[in-house]
């Protein structure tokens, strides 16, 4: 993050706070943490997981599930290495790279910016960079015994290049007709230079990505329909508008196949940036893996017999640039009006990784309390807390976003009644016993 | 396979028959097949994925989320490359391997029985092999800009050992206390020099981990619980006794460092194979990664004050073996009273990729059918079909292992009624249009 980007963050608190509540609270931190981490590399904690998990299974159901038009995939992420020559990888997938001769860093030719002072040359705080040179993203590795040149495969860079491998065989297994979409969720890999701004760089993340094959006359419909699905999805999580923009591309950014290309860009401490890409890819991948294979790719309109290749329109999300917006969008220090301050995560119900905490007001109620942590946790992710002031346990509670605590008291054992406290409003409800599970699924079950 | 286990098959079909229909219904096919497959590496299509995520969620329910003393975590396949010389990976993950002289190519050690004859020393029908080498099976990458030694980096060989690096981490944001586990999910990779048995032995594969932290007295306990309660999983997911056994380690056959291990295996048309390992790893991992890292990873008992580095439990289940041996368990080719055959996927109802199909008997109902269609979907997974006869439809869901059809004839609308027929038993029940959801849903979601 630039100087100037910091200066007009538009949220009122630092960046650090956030990745410190982060590691505090178990959702994101660095992987290998023990030996010193890893640079790019992080690792989900027990409620990172669940929120990661919650938004993979709502793209799942949105873009697949509740289809009739979209197969799903789950493909290696080691694949045979002529994929990646196909996709022009192998060739043209690098960044533009220098290093100081002085301090042996190396950096990003176009993020000079962030170079700092060269240690080595004080007094001239400027580095000694040697000419750009053109470094692959790719992670490389080793099939079979040996570790010689026919042997190398990659990790892939991007989840979407089996869906046009598979997509043969996907099509004539579901019997689907053109227009129709696969959709994968995926890890891949990329060697970034210098990973930066906590998980939003990173060298190993997750990918949701859709490829839609259309008939080339309907390129702009397609398009149109698919950037306004995920606008609506992005909306869905909670997004408000003030977040979320789109940045449609200029003619000189589209790739040279590309008749179309937009960003779905959310607004972080760090500045506006890309969390979605919608695509026109065009043929270009099915031509070039048909190419590399020799393989027809081409489908037969049934009704025109005409023979052609169909046209992409791809929709690829950052599961871990989302799980990121969501912290970020979600996360508040709110004054409250006794003066009391509370951190807040504002968390769409269904993603909270906590969906129910039940609270005993005394360690003398345990007993009846958990039964009723146990008979919601059938259905619910719940948590259990019996220890601390109740005030306080709200707290731990609203800076993770669980959006319902259930707190048992002293009249609970007589009146059969509990109460229910929402998060944001902090408003209470006073229920029966019987009737939370139904209270909870009544607020929790909307989205999924 | 070798020959005398293939004529001990217990299986009426043969391994093609169902390796040929995982291709052909999109449920399991090689990766990269247009480029000629890349060995030990498969993708799972449309109704694979979902068989394997209805998997995953059912172990992700039972261990994580119904207990109150799991958690689960999320660790990069990439980790810091300290954590497998800890692990002893870097020095001992390997296996022996001899190559042949004359044809050049390279077996295991320990599997010369499946090296057929040489086909370089025709007449002498064997093989000229080397002195036998280790081979270490960890997939090697480089991290950062350059490929030499200090950039190596290693794609995980198991999921267990970042819960071991992030226990710490894991256990103060969870605030759990002795005992209590970490669960994880995700891929491992394995150099495996003889990829074999359809995805049993492959070089990708998704493993579903538990490490349950104990005090050193209850290692016992532990062990029988957990050993129990996994046992009584795999019954829950329609294994028969017939097809499962417990395998306890002798004692020559533990790891230096282990007290106790089980296999939990299937019976595969190829044999009686490990599903899943159930391990006391005792105190090894931890006291290792605190050697290896200088941090001290003991616990405390609040109560008696002790300070003890804490005994582990590990339960590790194969998600990819376990989705073959359900595919397995559920194949049957079936010849019916009247003379008719039908291949059959008896597979789990929640675990079924497609819970219910719904079936015009005319085309000229396709709207009606559409809408009831349309409805479902958004909760159940949905395949709609009506081309054909209703009985080839049938068929085409039973090999897929679609627990319910529903018919929608031309009665339904003037009945306002419905068929819905069972996979199994072929039984019909005749229900109102409105009904249909509960029908399902009372079916469907028992384990769920």
């Known amino acids: 993050m630039s100087n100037a980007d910091a200066a007009k963050s538009p949220y009122p608190w630092r960046m650090d706070d956030l990745v410190s509540l982060c590691a505090r609270r178990g959702f994101i931190f660095p992987s290998s943490e023990i030996y010193g981490g890893i640079n790019g590399f992080w690792d989900y904690g027990p409620l990172g997981v669940e929120l990661k998990n919650n938004l993979k299974a709502l793209w799942w159901q949105r873009v697949v599930r509740e289809r009739d038009d979209v197969e799903g995939l789950d493909s290696s992420i080691i694949c045979h290495p002529r994929t990646w020559e196909a996709s022009g990888h192998v060739e043209h997938f690098s960044d533009p790279m220098v290093d100081c001769r002085a301090c042996k860093k190396r950096f990003r030719a176009d993020q000079l910016d962030d170079a700092g002072p060269c240690p080595a040359r004080e007094g001239t705080s400027e580095h000694d960079f040697t000419e750009v040179r053109r470094f692959n993203l790719m992670l490389k590795t080793f099939i079979g015994a040996s570790e010689d040149a026919a042997a190398v495969a990659y990790l892939r860079a991007e989840t979407c290049q089996s869906i046009f491998t598979d997509f043969r065989r996907v099509k004539d297994t579901s019997r689907q007709k053109i227009p129709f979409g696969i959709a994968q969720i995926g890890k891949a890999f990329r060697n970034e230079i210098n990973p930066r701004n906590f998980t939003f760089r990173s ?210 054992g007589t009146d059969g009644k509990v109460t229910v406290r929402e998060r944001d409003a902090m408003a209470q409800d006073r229920i029966s016993l019987e009737g939370v599970q139904a209270y909870l699924r009544d607020r929790l079950e909307v989205v999924l």
């Open 203 to 412: 060298r190993e993340f997750e990918q949701a990505e859709l490829e839609f094959f259309i008939h080339p006359s309907e390129r702009e419909k397609w398009f149109a329909h698919w950037l306004d699905e995920r606008q609506r999805f992005h909306r869905e999580l909670g997004f408000t508008a003030d977040r979320l923009r789109i940045r449609a591309h200029a003619p000189d950014e589209l790739a040279h196949y590309a008749k179309a290309a937009a960003d779905i860009e959310f607004l972080f401490p760090f500045g506006w940036q890309e969390i979605e890409g919608v695509h026109d890819r065009g043929d270009w991948d099915l031509r070039r893996h048909t190419e590399y294979s020799g393989k027809d790719l081409s489908v037969t309109d049934e009704e025109t017999k005409e023979r052609f290749t169909p046209m992409v329109i791809e929709t690829s999300v950052g599961i871990d640039r989302t799980a990121l917006a969501l912290l970020v969008h979600g996360y508040e220090e709110q004054t409250l009006p006794d003066g009391e301050t509370r951190t807040l995560l504002r968390l769409h119900p269904a993603l909270a990784p906590i969906k129910v905490a039940v609270l005993p007001l005394s360690k003398k109620l345990a007993e009846p309390a958990q039964k009723l942590a146990l008979e919601l946790r059938r259905r619910f992710t719940t948590f259990y807390d019996e220890s601390g002031n109740i005030g306080r346990r709200y707290r731990r509670q609203d800076e993770v976003g669980t959006p319902f605590c259930v707190t048992y008291d002293f009249e609970s």
